[in-house]
């Protein structure tokens, strides 16, 4: 029996190089972006929040008085006001 013709099962080879070459790129690319992105935002975001005190920001945007944020006491006694529903004393 002589040696195996060269040409035979070449696109299987190639096929199934190929699709380990891209099974590889995507695995990859997935761990570089979860890594190098995701993983980095995650930890801000916990570094930020470990400090953050929403209460006090909220106090600190009302007492601004820029009148651009509804909700603060004030500016909801003003609106109440206008429309002439009563309100407890702030």
């Known amino acids: 029996m002589g040696p195996p013709a060269p040409m035979r099962n ?3 080879s190639y096929g199934r190089q190929a699709l380990l070459v891209s099974f590889a790129a995507a695995v990859a690319s997935t ?5 190098g ?3 980095r935002r995650h930890d801000k975001y916990e570094e930020f929040f ?3 005190d929403p209460y006090a920001r909220m106090k600190e945007i009302c007492a601004s008085n820029k009148g651009y944020m509804h909700t603060c006491p004030q500016e909801l006694a003003k609106f109440y006001e206008e429309k002439g529903k009563p309100i407890a004393d702030l």
């Open 37 to 39: 992105y995701v993983q």
């Open 31 to 35: 761990a570089v972006f979860y890594f």
């Open 10 to 12: 070449m696109l299987h």
């Open 50 to 52: 470990k400090n953050y």
